[in-house]
């Protein structure tokens, strides 16, 4: 079959004539958003070719496939990397200037799919467009949420939050597959049934729920692979209410239509914050289940009924402890529908499925109530207690005796589901996402475990798509890059290594530096749009641009802002290098402090903003509503990266690695991959600071140190906190703020 050409003259075709069948006017007459759909599905046909040829090529691959399971994909929009992955940029320019669209306006009409809270969300997203790019055969899956994660407005100097409605004008780039509909089931009982000389397990008077997949094409860079991402979406399995069950008052089944609705409406917002809700551990049953199930039945397509080849046709990554339920499920499918004893399961359960640690702190840990995994999965809280049981035989002969051990180390103990410790115990791998992280995984978080098994342990720094990161959001600098060392980096990202010698060319750096000074103004471009400010364009950009979190210490940054402040207000001969501090930081709305630190950060910028003189050196814009499209515009603007976590807290951090390639400077402490990116530019080019983790830990377990020493010893911080309760700063509500020091 020839490919369709998608050459200039075709693509102005397409559009246009898309624009005349589905909305029956000129292009003259379209809305933006009308011409970005036209744009968007036009680069959709030329995916979908591929994607017909890739599931074609797909039918006769007997090799290993890759599942990626996670509870989030923050994927961003599409359209800029879509076309850039298909090479066809160029085309597609000029075809929207002969045509007189304004691509910049175009692109920002695409929803952004916040599928995604942070880190955990967009690493999935970049590992995606990296498995599809290398041609790895892989599929992302995941929850197709109706409502991602929450739109943050800034009110009043606080937080509000606004629902993310991001299905509202339909969704261009995913495409329903109703055939692989699937069934998972809630709640019931299970009867034991003697047949053929062999017990079975039989889920009686269960709720279904119908997952229906979404499918949404992943290109990869310059070649033909298209993996895919599926999302899944809950669905009763009636199509109306039960009206039959509703009028003889059994309301509970009538409204089985609500529960399964209920299950793929929202994202919960929380990040590295764990709390036990039902309805999570709902979301994280059904989509893993659904996945497994399909993925059994593709891997039985295949290669029929030989499950001992499973281990070696597929793989299942799961991201965090979220999906760890794949475990005890793929055991039920092999043990209940497909008749497997349970040694040859677990055998081949214990060979498919590895684990990947994002965060070690406590309260991130995953925790589920015994009697809720009971309740609403009791054929899997079955298989959890006899792993449990087995595991703990096994650590009683390792730790004889040693009862503490070994309810630390267990799945199951004080009425708790210990999801990481069933994580580690049942994969065949568990990987740390830096050097530092993964020491401290072995070392510290499951030490035990690695006394036992330590083959099992390893680290894999986290990484970035430098298309998405670079060649797509600082065209210019891609540009520049290109005309020094050729375009073979586009391909083999280690080839930037080249531009070393070009820090000694001086024409280089000032290009460079034309281009910074660009990128600013695109910047104040969205700032404007967005919120109607704009910044300086020329202080220096030193942003700090992530979830807001306690030890990720914004309040650390906002407080040395807040002495820089006090430090010109008292000097009249005071200068320094003229500073816009960026923002950009969404608060989970049941985070009290999270919400006080951005009433701070804004009442201190408001407090700046008052002062002429202050507002000559120093400026603070907090970035609305920070998502991936606000970080696509404030990384290429940045001069400077605030990475300031506490040592041991940043399992890695990848936005620390987006400023960085495109030419910020970093400041940060020794913590996550800040490690690696110093050793990788050298203390020049990243400010190390503050505490090693191994001394922090070690503090922290002294008790911590003592805030009223430092009140008392430095009066610039006494000042400081001091204005925090008495007015200066938040004159309108002085208890909030003293929440804070
Ligand atoms: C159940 C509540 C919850 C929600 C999200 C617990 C934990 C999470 C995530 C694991 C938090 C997260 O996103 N972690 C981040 O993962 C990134 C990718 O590996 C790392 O770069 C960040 O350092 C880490 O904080």
């Known amino acids: 079959m020839p490919l369709t050409s998608f050459d200039k003259e075709s693509i102005k075709q397409s559009i246009v004539g898309k624009i005349q069948r589905y909305n029956g006017r000129t292009l003259a007459d379209a809305t933006d958003q009308q011409i970005y759909q036209a744009v968007a599905s036009t680069i959709r046909d030329q995916i979908m070719q591929k994607w017909v040829a890739a599931r074609e090529r797909d039918k006769t691959y007997m090799g290993k496939r890759l599942y990626y399971l996670s509870v989030e994909f923050l994927m961003g929009r599409s359209l800029h990397c879509n076309a850039l992955n298909l090479c066809s940029m160029e085309n597609v320019r000029e075809a929207l200037l002969e045509l007189g669209i304004n691509w910049r306006h175009i692109i920002r009409e695409e929803p952004e799919p916040g599928l995604g809270n942070g880190g955990l969300g967009r690493l999935a997203a970049c590992f ?126 009538a409204l089985e239509q609500d529960m399964a609705a209920v299950i793929s409406k929202v994202l919960y917002p929380e990040d590295n914050h764990y709390e036990g809700k039902r309805l999570r551990l709902t979301q994280h049953y059904f989509f893993t289940s659904a996945t497994l199930q399909y993925a059994v039945k593709d891997f039985k397509r295949r290669f029929g009924t030989r499950f001992n080849l499973l281990p070696e046709k597929m793989v299942v990554q799961i991201n965090d402890t979220h999906p760890g339920l794949a475990i005890p499920e793929l055991m039920r499918i092999l043990m209940d529908e497909e008749g497997l004893g349970w040694d040859e399961a677990q055998a081949i359960v214990s060979r498919t499925i590895a684990y990947t640690n994002h965060t070690v702190l406590s309260e991130a840990l995953e925790k589920w109530p015994e009697q809720m995994v009971k309740q609403l999965l009791p054929r899997i809280y079955m298989i959890l207690e006899e792993m449990n049981r087995r595991l703990c035989a096994r650590l009683w002969n390792a730790f004889p005796g040693d009862w503490d051990k070994i309810a630390k180390m267990a799945i199951l103990a004080y009425d708790q589901v210990h999801m990481a410790n069933l994580c580690v115990a049942m994969t065949f791998s568990t990987n740390g996402v830096s050097r530092l992280h993964g020491e401290i995984l072995k070392n510290d978080t499951f030490r035990d475990y690695y006394s036992l098994m330590p083959e099992k342990f390893s680290y894999i720094t986290n990484g970035i798509t430098h298309r998405r990161w670079l060649m797509a959001c600082n065209t210019h600098l891609r540009d520049l890059i290109t005309e020094a060392i050729g375009d073979k980096w586009y391909k083999e990202p280690e080839r930037l290594e080249e531009l070393t010698p070009f820090a000694e060319d001086k024409a280089f750096c000032e290009k460079f530096a034309e281009i910074k000074r660009f990128n600013k103004q695109q910047f104040n471009r969205m700032l404007a749009m967005r919120q109607d400010m704009t910044a300086e364009e020329d202080f220096l950009f030193d942003s700090q641009c992530k979830r807001l979190h306690e030890y990720k210490r914004q309040l650390l940054n906002a407080l040395h802002i807040h002495v820089l402040y006090n430090r010109i207000m008292d000097d009249p001969n005071y200068t320094m290098v003229p500073r816009v501090f960026i923002f950009g930081a969404k608060a989970s709305p049941g985070y009290y402090k999270a919400k006080l630190i951005i009433r701070y950060i804004l009442a201190l910028s408001k407090l700046i903003d008052r002062s002429p003189r202050a507002r000559r050196m120093l400026r603070i814009i907090f970035v609305e509503n920070y998502d991936v499209s606000a970080a696509e515009a404030i990384i290429p603007a940045t001069d400077l990266s605030e990475q300031l976590s506490t040592a041991g807290k940043e399992a890695s951090g990848t936005g620390n690695m987006k400023f960085m390639m495109n030419g910020a400077l970093t400041i940060g402490t020794m913590d996550g991959a800040n490690v690696e990116i110093h050793e990788q530019v050298g203390a020049d080019n990243i400010y190390i600071f503050g505490m090693r983790a191994d001394t922090a830990a070690a503090l922290e377990h002294e008790g911590g140190y003592n805030p009223m020493q430092i009140f008392e010893n430095n009066a610039e911080i006494r000042r400081a906190l001091t204005q925090m309760i008495d007015g200066t700063v938040l004159p309108d509500s002085p208890t909030a703020a003293g929440a804070l020091s």
Request: hydrophobic share 35%.
């Open 128 to 253: 995606l467009d990296s498995l599809s790019s290398l041609e790895m055969p892989a599929m992302g899956c995941t929850i197709r949420y109706e409502y991602g994660l929450f739109r943050q407005r800034l009110v009043d100097g606080q937080q509000v939050e606004i629902s993310d409605n991001w299905l509202e004008n339909g969704n261009t780039w995913e495409v329903a597959a109703p055939e692989d509909t699937v069934e998972v089931r809630f709640d019931g009982h299970v009867d034991m049934v003697q047949e053929n000389g062999r017990t079975n397990f039989r889920l009686r008077d269960y709720h279904s729920v119908m997952a229906v997949p979404y499918d949404m094409p992943i290109a990869g860079y310059d070649c033909d692979t298209v993996n895919t991402l599926r999302m899944w979406r809950a669905r009763s399995p009636r199509d109306n209410m039960d009206f039959g069950a509703f009028s003889a008052g059994n309301y509970e089944k």
